[in-house]
Every structure is written in C-alpha cells, then in structure tokens.
C-alpha cells in the first residue's frame, strides 16, 4: 500500500491508469462503475508517489473509500454515497442488455466464488441473493465477454455486456505479415494446433487431411513415416509438381527430397524434419490474392506453418506422453495351400504338362496334404505400436520469450520391421534489444530414421516388395524357406521354376534405412523506424543430410542372385534464404487504413546426391556398412544442382472505413531453373473485400447477422516446376567395349528447350464470410475458377527421334470448384461446450487443350511389374479430366455359345484369345478386332467431393472429439486385384477368385472371374480392376479427462484416449481405399498395387503442465 | 541478371562439346553404345527373331505372346528394339551430322562418318525387316519441330540403307581392326552387310530379282579378299561361340562386344538361354528358349554342330546328368531342348546379365552361304557347291552334289538352319523365303493357342507408344492387322 509508484498519463480513463498501476504493484483494482462514469479523462505527471497518493489523485473531487484487501492485492474504491455496510442475503435485481439496449435472455448471473447462479429472463431481469456487499457478480454469456460488478449498496445493478466477435479477431499469417481474420480479403483457411494434435501422424501434412476446404490430403503409404500427396484446388499441372509451397515461421522451404531409393519402393515423407508439435497454427493460402506475394512458387498454393514461440508470463512446462497401439482393419483373404495346388494342377494339365503337386515329394505335396499351407500376409503383419514423449518449456518476461521443446517419436508398423523414429529439438527465441528492435531467433535440428519394408517396390521393380509377395506367394511352401535351400531361387515354387521370394526373409532380413538430419536456422530482425514504418530482414538456412542404406542379404531373391547386394545412397540439400522488407502502416484521417510490405528475396539451393551398389559380398555380416568386402562394383553415380532464385514483391492493403478493403500484390521472380530465353515473370494480384456489415442500411439485421463480408479477387501465379537443366540438352555417358576393355562413350541422351517457361496460372475466386448470432455460426463458401496454360510437359514424343520424352510448354487445364466451411458453437456455457465444424469442396478439373497434342499417356514406368510396364494406364485428352484411367472394356467372358457351328468365334478377339472364360472386350469402333484403338475412358481418380465434420463436445472437465473426413465419387485402379482375380499362372489368388471363377461348371459371365491361364501379355489395364474409391471415415475419436489439479508443482493434468482410422464406409475391396502407389505422380493417382495396410492406433496420452 | 544462368555440374551439354576428334570419337562410341545393352539384342530382339518359328518352343509364359505371334501392340519388347534401333539412328545422324564440323583429318572424319553410317544402316535394316517401312530419319533431334516423322517407303528405307553401305565400304574404313579396335567395323563388315541387305532385297516382300546379282558380287568381294580382311571359316565350330576364345575369331565380321564389366553393357543371353540348374551361366539359367525334337533329327549324326547347338544332355549344379526326355526327367517336351550357343561360366559374370559372351552378327559362314544362295539363283548351282561345302565339310556333314536349282536352293536354307539357327536370322530367313504360313501352322506353341496364319504375321506392329505419340503417324498407319 505504502509502495511508491511512477505514472506518467495524459487523457487516460480511469481503466488505463488501473492498468499501469496494475503492472507496477501487482494489486488489482475495482471501481463503482457509476464512480467510473464520472470521472472523466485524467493526466497525471508523478513519480516516486506511494499507490494511496496516486489514487488519491485520481478522485479527487469525489468522496471515495478505499479498500485495501493485501491478501488478494486488491483494492476496492467506491462511492462514500453509503457507509452503511451491505445486509447479508440482500436481494439484487436488474437488468442485461448487449451494447444496443436490446434485453439478453439466458445469461448465466452468479456470484464470485459461489456454485449457485440464475438466468435473465425474456425481458432480460434477473433477480439473485449476494451474501454482503464486497460480494461480485459475474455476468457471463455466450459470445459476449464477460462482466464483473461490486454490489456495493446497490440493489439494481443493469449491465450492457458487450459482444465478443468470435473469430473475426483472430490472426491470420499471411505472407509477409499478419491480418485479423474480419480483415481478409483472399481465400485461406487456418487450422489451429487443437485440430492437428489430434491425429497421430507422424507429418503436419498427414494432419490436415479433412480439416479445410480445398485441401485434399491423400496419404500415399500408410507405412510409418509415409508420404502424402497436397492438392490444393485440384492439380494445375500434368508433369510439374503440384505440391504447394511450403513456408515455415517466415521462410519458404526449398523442395527437399531424401536419398534416393534407386527405384526400390516409394519415397518417404520429406516433411519429417518437422515435429508437429511444434506448430502453433497451419495457414492455407488458397487464391491468387494470397499467393501471388510468392509469385512462382504460389500457383499450387501455401502453407504457412507457424511454429510456437514464447509469451511474457510465468514459466510454463509441458510435458505430454502418448502411447498407442495399431491393428490392420481389412485383411484379403487369399488361397489356401490346397488350393493354390490344385490350382497348378488344373492349370498344367490344361496345357499337358504332369500335374506338380502328386505327392512325389515333400517338395510337392497333393493338395490334399498341402492344406491351409503358409499365411503369408499373417506371416509379415503384427500389433503396430507408436510412442511419443514432448517436453516444452516456454515464459518469458517483457525483454526475452522463449519457447524450447524437445520431442521424440516412435512408430513401428503394422508390417514387422517397419518403424519410424525421430527426435527434434527447437528453440524459438524473441528478444527485445530496444524499444524499437526486436530480434527473433528460430533454431531446430531434427534426426529422424526410417526402416523401410518398400511397399509399392512392385510398381517399380520385381523385387523387394514384401506385401505384393506376401499375398501371391505360393502357400504350399513352409514359412522357413530359404532362398538357397530346395524350395529357392529358380528351382521351385511351381512346375515352372519360377522365382520364389520368401516375404517373411523379406521384411525380416532385408535392410532398408533411411535417416534424415534436418537442422533450420533463422535470425530476423525488425525495426521499426517511425511509428508507422518498420523494416524486416531475415537470415536463414536449412540443411538436410539423408542417407539411404539397403542391403539385400542371400536368403531375399535380389540377395540370392548377386550373392547380396548394397546400395548406399546419400543426399543433401542446403538452401539460404535472405529477405529483406519495408512494412508501413497508417490511419489516415480515423477512416482509412494502408498496410504495405514491399521487399526483396535471395534464395541459394544446392543439393548433391551420390549413389552407389556393389555386390558380391562373402557373407551377410557387415553389409552396407563394409562394402569393400564386395567383389562387384558397379559404376556409382554424382549429381549436384544449384538453384538460384531472386524476387521482388509488393503488396498493399487499403481499408476504407472498414467497408471496403482493397489488396494488390505482386511478385517479380528470377529463376536459374527458366530457361535462357525466359529468366524472368511477373505475378500481378488484386482482390476487393466488401464489409456489407458494416454499412448503415445492414445495422437493422446486424443483431442476427453479425458479419457479413463479400470478397472476390483475381491474379496470376506461377509454378517454377522446371526440372533443374529441363530447359537444356544434356549429354551422358554411353560406354562401349571392346573385349574386356571399356571404351568411353557419351551420347545426347536429352533434348532441350530453350523457350522453357514457367506454368502460370490465372484465378479467381469470389467468397462469402457470414456470421450469424454473435458469431455463434460462421460460413465460409468460395467459388474459383484457376485456369493453368503453358503446362510444362514432359511430353512423350516419338521414339523416332531417337528420345522418348522432351520438355514443352503447352496446353491449359481448368480447375473450378466450390469450398464450403461451417464453424458452430453449439453450446457454450460453464459447463458444457460443443463446438461442430463442416466442411466439404468440389473440384472439377477438366483438361480445356493440350496445345494441339491428341493426348498424353500416363505410363507405368519402364521398370513396373510386367504387365503394366509402358502401358497407358491412365490418358489425358482434351475436355477430360486430369488423368482419365485408359483402357479395354471387357463386357462379359467367353462362352460356349459365342462361337458358331463351325467353331468360329462370334466376337472380336483381342491376340487371338478364344479361350472360354477369358474376357471379351468391347469392339468399340466395330472394326472385328480388339486393339489399343479400342480402349476407352474407364474412370476418374479425381474426387467429385472432399469433406470433413469435427464435433468438440465438453462436459465440465470430460471432453469428446469425433472427426470424420471422407472422399467421394473417385475410382481406384486396383492392380493388386490384377494379381489376385485373374488366371495368371503361378501366383497365388483371393479365396474369392478360386470361389467364384469361371470354369465349364461355373460358366460365370462376372469379368471378376475370368477363366485360368490369362497370360500377362493378355492382361492388360482394364476396367476390371476400376473400383469406386469413395470413403467415409471416421478418423479419429478422443476422449480426454481434464483433472484442473492445481496443486503444489501441477498446474493441470489431462488424460487422453483416442482411436484413429475406427470405422471406413467404403465398397472398395482393397486395404484401404486411401492409396497412391506412385506417390505424388500427377498422371498415375489413385493405383494400388502392393499397398502397405492401413491400420487403426489406438493411443493413451498424458499430458501434464508444471508450474 | 547473370547470376541466374543455369550451370550444369553433373552433365554434359551439346554447347560445351563435339569440338575436337577425340571427342567425336568418344560421341562415336556412343552410338555403338546402343548395341550393348543387356536386354536389346540379347533379349528382346533375340526373341522376337527366334522364336516365331516352328522348331522353337519357350518355357517362359511372357515369351509365349512372341511364339504364338499373339503379343499386343504395346508389348515392350517390340517397343524396346524399335527406340534401341532409332537411340542409335539418332546418335549415328549426329555423328554424320557434326564430325564434318570439327576440325580433324579428313581421313579420319570420313572414316567416322563411314562408322556412323554402317551403324545407321544396321540400325534401319533390323527396322524394316521388322516393322516394315519406318519414319526415316536422317538428321538429329534437335527440338520438337524435328520429333515427326511420317513413315516411308520400304524401298525408301533401303535406298537409304544401300547408299550408306555404299560410303561405308568406301570410303576409309580399316580392312583390319587392331585388337583395341574390335567391335568396330570394318570394310569387310560393310561389304558383307551390303550383300546380305541386297540378298534380302531379292526375296520377300521386295522380290528385286536383280539383287540377286548385286548380292552375288557384293559377297564375292568379301570372298576374294578374305585375306585382306584376316577372315576365314574356324577349323572348329565349337570354337565360334567359346567365350574364352572371341579375341581370336576370325570368322567374326561384326560382333556385339559384351564385356564382364559393370562400366558398359554385358549380355543376359548365357543366364536366359542356359538350361535349370546347368552352370552355363551365373545363378543358373532361365531357359528361354528350346528347339524341337524334330530340329535335332535335321541334323546328321555326325555333323558336329548339333551338340554345340542344342543342350541335349548336361551335368547340373549338383552333379546329376539331365538329358532331355529321359525318363522322369522335367527337362522334356515340350519344353524344348536349350540354345547351346550361349555358354558362360557362373563364376566369371558378376551378375546374371553382366555376361561377356560376344553376339555374331556377321560372320564368315554367313557370307559363303548366302554367295552360294545367290550365285545358284543366277547361276544356277554348279559354282555354288564350294562355298556351301566348305561350311559343311567344317561341320563334318559331309559334301553336297549333283542338285538342280530347286534342290540346291533347298539344300541352302536348311543349312542355314543347322549352321545359323540361334544366331538372329530366323524370323529374317522365314520372311525373306515367305515361309511364315508353315511356321505358323506347324508351330507347337501357336497351336496351343489356335492361331491361324494370317499375312500380318510378316511384319511385327509399330509400336502402340510411336503411334500414339507420332502425329506424322496414325493408327490407319499402323502395320495391317494389328
């Protein structure tokens, strides 16, 4: 009370100078309002004057009283009107209005510190009994703030609460700086780190799935650390990439990769550098307004990731453990052991060859003696289990805030030896030197490790995938089979002594690990130079070093035949990124309100990958770690890649009157990646938000209607997806010999283009932000319309011209859609809260021309399992959606009664087949015989909707999330069913196939079934294997338990449980209808083929804060 | 803005090369380069040439497509051998094209483009005789206004072919290589290719009678000069295909250089011809391709090539004696008896398709048969005789005599079977003689599947990929029938 105090007002209210007093003392303050309301505005000059003094100042003129409570520090001042102490039990009435004077039924009234409480009613009163007059009432209701009044001696305490706008205040990141939400005027969704918690995903991407309008989030590889394909509004590009951008606390990531594969299998997620909980709030820039400011790297859109940094308060220590466990949810059925041996007996004496499985040996048992055989499938898969520990330690004071957290991440698979681990560390520090320069620190390194099983390794080569093999491989041999022994390399297996590979050997003994270092460094700067200006500069660095071991010992098929093999591959990618920018902001005349940033961008990429194999080892000990012991050497291969990008950028936010709000911004980049004719583009934007709620004519609905904002904009941006020296012919080397000497060779293996450009994209969006009852409800809808020409394709020409492929810039598609997003508060009051969000986006991508080509294939690659290998899966055709699968129609299967009395066939065959029970395809341009020109569009792998639905419900310390998220309308071409549903010899097939299969007793007409004995060169892309892929899932559920203990050293202690992937609604008759074998391919989406299983985790979390 | 120019660390541009001989010389190896890959020559056109043929079955499901001429029109091996042949056209144009440019001897810059264009002329003969008449490309790719390329005529692409065999013969090339050099041709080579391209000529589908004259002096020349060139017969057949022995065989004209090494190319022929279980070749052999019963009895008991050509009995890996048919063997038909002109120890080759086993392209029987062909059609059999004996008499098959024209001709297509087969010539030889209908109706393999002779089987499909992708071609120009 006696503590001396230093203030320094002019014009202050009486709240302002509270405030101050507060900072200095500690002690809090509460007046009489009517008190208040007379005072007027004061200015106080003093210093070294004890709290008494100053306050005594303050009412001067007024007969006040004030209490001092040292306990509580606080002090109450009130009108010496009454010195009579208040009656117990007194009766308090009143009245509660919001700011109009329109009375407020239901709003909760209680007394501090009592469990008892009333309600107003229709007019607004309430009535309630306070135990004394120090007593204070709490006025508090849904979407206003909340009020607090002494009783004093008054009897009728009236309140005017004012309206808290949900939402409208919140920050928005965007590019170069920050804007509240009610001010946007370009398309972006924010996802906060309530909603990305929740899904345990080892990547933030994985965590957006279903969380906001636009983005589909497809997760190509449910193996740990798998990686997701983005696409936000549709795919622009064909050949380019249609990854957005990524931008991390202010610095834009280069496009990272890891060490190669070597074509075994599908790459990991690149984002692992990135622990997720580490991120405060996730912006998703969607419309050319929001992306242009990054100009050639905008037009697949942004993600600004904005990590946790400290706040000015005590010390907060957090510390959380989560600890699951997963299980596969669909499992195939396939043969039996007697199954699969009858079925090579029927098979071979189909083609008079001896039946193999007689008995003759224990190698070749009957049927009969076979039975159910191996399980492969349960031979490779176990109980996934997932671990997570995070510690963060965050607080600050005015000068210094810091946020340092360390995390550690586990995650073994459902397929034995899969598992994913990381460790992260970051310090994020803010420091301010003066009053006018305050300087941020980021610090991360990561150290993550993946043991890989190669899922989707079929897709790309014979070898190494264990779950294609696990499902077809032969039942009858015992699951100890070596490679070596009798039942290995080519020696058995079947009649034909194909190849056997024992998955279990597979998954247990090959070794595939990845490990990835990531380290991020940024130091930035701000100065405000005046009041109004401020410059912003910022240095920083990423690096990533990845390193890629395999090691194919003897008992894998691979390991056997070369006797062992090892690749080591390494790669690394150090990029710097200097920034520098003016940022300026003014209120003009009380009405008008400029925000520009105008800035200059240096961004130095260079990656190296080297990449090696020998083979030849003497025996399975060292393996990739003492290569030197192998006897072959094959040629290893280097590769280094500079990137230089340059920039300018403008943008400018111009408010009138808070009705309309103008944004222009733009973009100059330079890039090395653009070929020499065409260095440099432009990237113009402009958007105009009109805040209709704000104009008079509204102000009659604005008590329902609480915001109302139309906002539309149009711009141009780019895709820098250039491959580097795309633009340039390249020669390699092409060796010859002569007798055992190598002679130097080289060769034009590339053709190049010196008029390469960029793809650019033109968009523009038109949206609606309303907000109904005190933003209780919130809508978000836009529509788009993004229009993407000179489409960098690498374009298949003519392998006469001795290349197949050349980059050219040509043709345009059209991505339009709708984006639809409801928030709602349900309920909020004391006790129970429930909060739901929808969301659901259509896009419609469609092919408008392709610059005169007829169409483009997509084809599996050159290395693919055999039957697709070089053949058009998918087709891209002008007026078509971006791809189309491609392929023969097969109506029906050959019957008895589809050949004439000569024995001719009445049908178009297709290489001569006329086999019973083979498939019959559709002659569709009549010409009497099956071929490529019969092929027709079998389906689309673009979904016709996306959506998502979150449910928060609370209940006193008890809270429930459920969140569902789906995909409708979009096919799958499902190549496992390829293997698994079709004749060919020497796999094994679904219990399903040998069930229902055609043969002359069951002479079905179901394409499902064809006959045995479909040769691959039959066997083709075909709409037999086009699934529906639609989904509906029910993603993730948490149930948490929240003890508010706030005793000795525990702030709060909160238990969790939840269970992800529970339930999928889908006809899809794979794993799971969520695939993408190719990864990110813009022309191969939506393939299975040896998908690794997805499965469902259930996880406990404890989470804890310490004081 | 200079800082923006884009470096290339890791590779090659045409900007920076093609400015001295030596690396002209290098970009000729380039082209050569084509020749060696492990699965072109040595798999995929291997197959496509041996086995739509009466006398060879296959074991392996995916080659069945190719014996029963029931493959599809984007089957890769098709697609494989048609961009392999114009990789080379292409590099081969570039050489013909640049090397005029670069400041060199003369002498050596004609002898380059003589090279180039003996690989050109290689590269478009397998492509008409399979594909028919192909786009004919003559200068480099140089950018998409130079990728489409209509197709032409198949005299067309022969003129072209003739004309540059005609400067390849002529115009520099070493009658002799030194061993360094061996793999590269040679005068002798581009002589002995001109005549067979005119021998082929002279049959189906051009049926130029006159060629047969043209194809008579052509291989004649070879003949004359045989000791010019360091060519001759080996006195042992078996040593023609004895990997330990290539650098000494004198019979090889042009032979595809394959090599141990995992630098360039090695060959997967040993690993897909050789027999289950034998230790012809590393990690036992795939048994790609096996000739029927009734091809072994065309042979003479005591003609020495049968044993070399086909496998009829073998010591397997572990120890036991496999013969074909024995009894309760699994090595039986109709499997078909395994191609014994590819052998290699498993222990040398590193890997299963790193195999150093040369393939003959030319060589010296070839062009004694082929003499005696030709000189019987235009003059009947009577100074015939010679050449084909001394190849029989070599093989201990003992001399021919006293045939008409008819018979004699006879006589030279079998024995090109019994000294040639499994050497790239079959589908060439049954379609020059417009035989395919027997083979066709008499082939185990397409009776399996009940294909019947139609006339498209003379020519393999343009590939499903060049018509698709080639806007100077469209699916109305694609081979009849396919």
Redesign the interface.
Known sequence: FAQKVNIQVKDASINEVFYKLTQQTGHTFTADAALIKKLGRISLNLSNKTLKEVLERCFVGHDVQMVFNEKDKIVIIKSNISKAVAQPSANVTGRVTDENGEPLVGVSVGVKNQIAGVVTNTEGRYSIKVPSSNSILIFSYLGFATEERIVLNNREINVALKGKPKGLDEIVVIGYGTVQRGDLTGAISSISQKDLEKVPAATFDLKLQGRAAGVMVTSTSAEPGGNAAIRIRGGNSISGDNQPLYVIDGYPMPTITEASGTGYGQESNPLSGINPDDIESIEVLKDASATAIYGARGANGVVIVTTKRGREGATNISFDVLTGTSRIINLPEVGTAQQYAEFQNEWNQSRGVFPYYDGSSEYRPTPEQAGIGTRWLDEILRTGVNQKYNLSINGGNSQTRYNISGNYFEESGVVKNSKMTRGNLRINLDNNISKKFTLSTTASITSSANNRINPGAAAATIHGDAIYLALRANPVIPVDATGTGPWGGTTSGDSDGNFFENPLFLVTQKKDKTKNEDSFAQLKGDYKITQDLGFVANVGSTRRYSERDIYFPRPTALGFLYNSMAFVNKYTNINYVTEAYFRYSKVFANKYKLNAVAGTSYQLNESRAYSSRVSGFPDDILNTDGVQFATTLYTPSTSKVVRVIKSYYIRGNFDIASKYLFTFAGRADGSSVFAKNNKWGYFPSGAFAWKIVNEPFFSGLKRTVTDLKLRTSYGITGSQAIAPLGSLSRISSTNYASGETIISGTSITSVGNPDLTWEQSKQANIGLDVAFWRNRVRITADAYNKETDRLLQSFNIPASSGFLTTTVNMGSVRNRGLEFALAADLIDNRVAKWTSGFNISMNRSKVLELGGNSEIYGLAPATAASFIRNVPITIVQNGGTLPAYWGLVAERLIQESDFDENGKPTFAMYNNERRLGQWLYKDTNNDGIITAADRQILGDPNPKALFGFTNDFSYKKLSVSVFFQGVLGNDIMNLTKAYLSTGMPYLNKSADWFANRWTAENPTNDISYPALGTEMANLQPGNYYIEDGSYIRLKNVTLSYDFKINKSFIRNLTLSASATNLLTITNYSGFDPEVGIFGNSNLLPGIDLGSYPRSQTFQLGLKCNLK | ?E????????????EN?FSNAD?AK???????????REHIWTHNLFTMVLLPNKYVRT?V??H??IA?????????RI?NV??NA??A???A??IIGRVPNIQMTDSLQRMFVAEAKFMRALSYFNLVRLYGG??L?TG?????S????PRSTEQEIYDLIVADLQYAESNNLPKIRP??????ATECAAKTLLGKVYLTMAGFPLKQTDKWNLARLKLKEVIDNKATYNVDLLPNYADLFDVNK??SNKEAIFAI?????????GSALPFFAAP??STFA???G??NYGFTTDFRSLFATSDKRRDVTLISSYVAVNGATVTYNAPGS?YRD?LGIALGKYKDGPSKA???TRH?TDILVLRYADVLLMYAEAENEVNGPDNAYSAINEVRLRANAGALSGLTKDTFRDAVHLERLLELSGELHEFFDIKRLEKIEDHVTNSYEAQ????SYDPKMYLYPI?????????A?G?EN?NP??
Request: negative net charge.
């Open positions: 803005c800082k923006l120019d884009e470096k290339a660390y890791s590779t090659l541009t045409p090369y690396e290098v970009a000729l190896m380039g082209v050569y380069n084509t020749l060696n074991r499901p995916v069945k497509s029963q001429f029931s493959f599809s029109v984007s089957d890769d697609a048609w961009n114009y990789e056209i292409n590099r144009n570039t192909v786009p490309k480099e790719t140089e950018g998409l130079t990728v489409y390329t061993s360094s050099e061996r793999g590269r290539e650098a250089q394959f090599s141990y090494s995992q630098v360039s190319g289950l279980n590393t990690a036992n795939q048994y699994t109709p590193p890997a299963n150093a399996q599947v009940q294909v590939p499903d990929r060049e018509v698709s992708t080639n806007r071609i699916l694609q029938g396919y």
